[in-house]
C-alpha cells in the first residue's frame, strides 16, 4: 500500500486530478443508480392508478354534464305548455294563428336555454318543417337537418348524439317529440328537439389533471374536432374497459391511459407526454441532490487540503510576476538557490516558460523603445503634410482675386465655388452638418457644373428654409447631384431637369433628387438595391451614403431609389424631422 501511495505522490498534477475526478464519479454514478432504480419502482406502481383516477375523474364529470343535459331535453319534451302548443300548431290551419304560436314556443325555449351554462342554442323542427330556435343561433344545413331528423325519428323518442364536424364545432342531442294528454299517449309527430352543446367549454371545465382528453365513439372522434394525434393507431389496443400504455409519436413518447363510458359507450383517452408524469420521483430527486452535495462538500474539503501541495509553487511564481509588474525583471528572473533541482511536473515548466517570458519582455521594451522614436517621427511628418491642403486654399485665393481684379467674373465664381467644395471634402472634423449647410455645398457644385453643362442643365430646389437646422451626414445630396448629371445628363444631348425638393412625413423629413433621364431597368436596380452593381464612378457611392445614415440616426432611416426606364430616376433621402437635443 506505501507503494501505490509513494508512486501517487510523485504522479502528475494531470494524473492525480484524472484519478480523483474518476472516483467522483463512480461514487456519484453508483448512487445514482441505485436511487433511480428505487424511483422507478415506485413510479411504476404508482403510475397506473394515477391515470386511471384522474381520467375516470374527468370522463365522470362530463358524462354527468351530458346526462344533466340529457334530462333537460326530456323535460323540454314533457312540457305541457310546450306540448299543447305543438298540438295547436300541428292542427292549425291559418297563419296567424301559426305565426303567434311559434311565437309562445320560442318564448318556451328561451326560457330552458338560460338552464344550462355549455349550451350553443335550443332549436325545434315543428310538424311543418319550420324551425325555430333560441340562444347562440347557427342554421344548420337542410342535408345535416335530414340525418339529424331521420336518426332522432329511429330512435323512438330516445336521444341520439351528433358529433362536431368541420362546420360545426356543437355535440348536438336531438330526439322526437310526441304527444301525449295525462295518460293519454297518442304519440302523434309533433317535432323534433335539437340542442348544440358546447363540448369545448365542458372538456376545459371539468377536465383534470394534464395531458390532452380525446373522446372516442368507436372509430368516431366526438372530441377534439381538430386532433392533433390520430387515434386510429391505437384502435386495437383499446379493447379492454380500462388500462395504459406508451406510444411513441414524432419522436415523443405519449403515456396513453383509457376508460370506456358505461352511460354511453364512450371511450375517453388521456394523453400525457412521458416526461411530464414524472412528478412522483421528485422526492427522490431531492434526496439524490441533498446526497450528492454532502459527498461533494466531503470531496471539496479533500480537495482544498490536496490542492494546498499544488498551489505552493504556483503562490511563489505569482510572487515572482508581481515583481515583473513592477518593471523589475532581473531579480523576477533569478531562481531562488542556483543548485535547487526544478520539478519536471506543470509546475516546474511554468516557471521555466516564466523566465523565458521574462527575457522576451526585455527585449521587447528596447525593440518598442525605438519603435515609439519611429512613431514620433511619422507623427511630425503627417503633421507636416496638413500644411498642403491649406497652401493649395492659399492659391485658390490668389486665383480668385486675380480674376476680380481682372474682371473674370465667371472664374471668380468658379474658384470660390471650388474651394468651398474642397474644404468640405477634406475637412473630417464635422462629420454632422446642417441641412442649410449641406445645401450650400450642392450650390457650389451646381455652380460649378452650371458654366459646363450651361442651358443643358435645368436646376430647381424645392427646400423650404425652415428645414435649414436639421442635421444631415455631410456630403449626402452633393454625390446624388453627381450621379443625375454622370447618368442623366451627361448620355444625353438634350436638357435634363434635376429638382430637389422635400416632404415630410410624420417622424421623418423625406429629401428626393430627381431627374428626368433614361432611368434603370429592373434587374439593374434590384443590383443597385442590394449593392452588387459595380459602378465607374469615383465618388461617394449610394450604399455608402445609406449607412451613414444607419449609423447617424437608426435603421428606420436611411436611401432609397426608384427608376423606370423612360421615367428617370428618383432617390430620396430619409432623415429626422426634428433636431435631437
Not at 362536431?164 to 299517449?185: E, G, H, M, Q, V
Not at 335539437?194 to 372538456?203: C, G
Not at 371545465?205 to 382528453?213: R, S
Not at 516558460?353 to 521587447?364: A, C, G, K, S, Y
Request: net charge neutral; glycine share 6%.
Amino acid at each position: 500500500m506505501e507503494k501505490w501511495f509513494k508512486a501517487y505522490r510523485h504522479m502528475k498534477i494531470r494524473n492525480k486530478l484524472s484519478i480523483l475526478i474518476a472516483l467522483i464519479v463512480i461514487a456519484a454514478f453508483s448512487f445514482t443508480f441505485v436511487v433511480q432504480q428505487y424511483a422507478f419502482s415506485i413510479y411504476d406502481s404508482q403510475l397506473h392508478a394515477k391515470s386511471s383516477q384522474v381520467l375516470n375523474l374527468s370522463s365522470s364529470a362530463i358524462e354527468s354534464e351530458l346526462h344533466q343535459i340529457e334530462q333537460l331535453s326530456f323535460g323540454i319534451v314533457a312540457d305541457v305548455r310546450l306540448q299543447k302548443l305543438l298540438r295547436a300548431l300541428r292542427s292549425s290551419e291559418s297563419d296567424y294563428d301559426s305565426l303567434n304560436l311559434r311565437k309562445e314556443i320560442v318564448d318556451v325555449l328561451l326560457s330552458y336555454s338560460g338552464s344550462e351554462p355549455h349550451l350553443f342554442s335550443i332549436q325545434l323542427i315543428d310538424s311543418h318543417g319550420e324551425e325555430l330556435s333560441a340562444g347562440n343561433l347557427v342554421s344548420i344545413d337542410s342535408g345535416k337537418q335530414a340525418r339529424i331528423m331521420q336518426r332522432a325519428g329511429e330512435a323512438g323518442g330516445g336521444t341520439v348524439w351528433i358529433f362536431p364536424d368541420d362546420k360545426d364545432s356543437a355535440l348536438i342531442s336531438a330526439r322526437d317529440i310526441r304527444s301525449y294528454t295525462n295518460t293519454n299517449f297518442d304519440l302523434l309527430y309533433l317535432g323534433t328537439l335539437i340542442i348544440r352543446i358546447d363540448l369545448d367549454s365542458i372538456v376545459r371545465k371539468l377536465a383534470v389533471g394534464e395531458g390532452e382528453l380525446y373522446v372516442l365513439s368507436g372509430s368516431d372522434i366526438v372530441y377534439p374536432r381538430k386532433p392533433s394525434f390520430d387515434p386510429s393507431r391505437i384502435q386495437d389496443r383499446l379493447t379492454s374497459r380500462t388500462g395504459y400504455f406508451t406510444e411513441s409519436v414524432a419522436g415523443e413518447t405519449l403515456f396513453i391511459s383509457h376508460s370506456r363510458s358505461a352511460l354511453t359507450g364512450w371511450t375517453y383517452l388521456n394523453l400525457t407526454p412521458y416526461n411530464q408524469i414524472f412528478e412522483r420521483v421528485l422526492f427522490i430527486k431531492k434526496l439524490v441532490v441533498i446526497v450528492f452535495f454532502a459527498i461533494l462538500a466531503a470531496v471539496i474539503l479533500w480537495g482544498i487540503r490536496f490542492s494546498r501541495s499544488l498551489t505552493r509553487p504556483i503562490e511563489d511564481l505569482i510572487g515572482r510576476m508581481k515583481l515583473a509588474e513592477k518593471g523589475n525583471f532581473a531579480e523576477a528572473n533569478l531562481i531562488e538557490g542556483d543548485n535547487a533541482p526544478v520539478a519536471m511536473d506543470e509546475i516546474g515548466l511554468l516557471q521555466r516558460t516564466f523566465r523565458l517570458m521574462v527575457e522576451r519582455i526585455n527585449t521587447l521594451i528596447h525593440e518598442n523603445y525605438a519603435n515609439q522614436l519611429l512613431i514620433k517621427e511619422t507623427e511630425f511628418k503627417a503633421l507636416q503634410a496638413q500644411i498642403n491642403p491649406h497652401f493649395l486654399y492659399n492659391t485658390l485665393e490668389s486665383i480668385n482675386w486675380i480674376a476680380k481684379m481682372n474682371k473674370q467674373t465667371q472664374i471668380s465664381q468658379m474658384v470660390e465655388a471650388l474651394g468651398l467644395l474642397l474644404r468640405n471634402s477634406v475637412s473630417i472634423k464635422e462629420p454632422i452638418v446642417s441641412l442649410a449647410e449641406e445645401l450650400e455645398i450642392v450650390q457650389s457644385y451646381l455652380t460649378i457644373q452650371k458654366f459646363r453643362f450651361e442651358e443643358r442643365l435645368a436646376f430647381s430646389l424645392e427646400i423650404p428654409e425652415r428645414y435649414g437646422n436639421l442635421p444631415i451626414p455631410k456630403l449626402t445630396l452633393q454625390p446624388l447631384l453627381e450621379n443625375a448629371i454622370q447618368y442623366a445628363l451627361e448620355p444625353s444631348i438634350g436638357v435634363c431637369t434635376i429638382t430637389v425638393r422635400s416632404y415630410e412625413t410624420e417622424n421623418s423629413l423625406n429629401l428626393t433628387v430627381e431627374d428626368d433621364g433614361p432611368g434603370m431597368p429592373a434587374d439593374t436596380l434590384a443590383r443597385l438595391r442590394s449593392g452588387t452593381l459595380q459602378t465607374n464612378g469615383k465618388g461617394i457611392g449610394l450604399l455608402n451614403i445609406d449607412e451613414r445614415i444607419k449609423i447617424s440616426f437608426g435603421d428606420g432611416y436611411g436611401v432609397q431609389v426608384e427608376s423606370r426606364p423612360g421615367y428617370g430616376t428618383r432617390v430620396t433621402v430619409r432623415i429626422p424631422n426634428r433636431k435631437e437635443g
